[in-house]
């Protein structure tokens, strides 16, 4: 099983960057994915999830209305847009894929950092 993150760097603030995240090993569409981040010093948080069936999504507050969640199954991949990135956004981020069937069964990637400055 592999969750492969991509697209982190370093962007100016109200710049946008797009997260991929490769999933192999599964079965993609069985499972709930998810993006977490963490800043230094702080505790890891839920920043969106998208469902497989019917693909309803989720988000932080402090995300809505700049980052979307989605997923395409012919590849495999769940993306994370992030646009009007804020200095606070700053964290590593990780991409989550929890079963939708089997209790207790989830996998993460290894993270990809995000650094918004000026």
């Known amino acids: 099983v592999q969750l492969v993150e991509s697209g982190g760097g370093l962007v100016q603030p109200g710049g946008s960057l797009r997260l991929s995240c490769a999933a192999s090993g599964f079965t993609f569409s069985t499972y709930v994915m998810s993006w977490y981040r963490q800043a230094p010093g702080k505790e890891r948080e839920l920043v969106a999830t998208?469902?497989?069936?019917?693909?309803?999504?989720n988000y932080a507050d402090s995300v809505k209305g700049r980052f979307t969640i989605s997923r395409d199954y012919a590849k495999n991949t769940v993306y994370l847009q992030m646009n009007s990135l804020k200095p606070e956004d700053t964290a590593v981020y990780y991409c989550?894929?929890?079963?939708?069937?089997?209790?207790?069964?989830?996998?993460w990637g290894q993270g990809t950092q995000v650094t918004v400055s000026s």
């Open positions: 998208i469902m497989s069936a019917g693909g309803s999504t």
């Open positions: 989550y894929a929890r079963s939708l069937y089997r209790t207790n069964v989830d996998y």
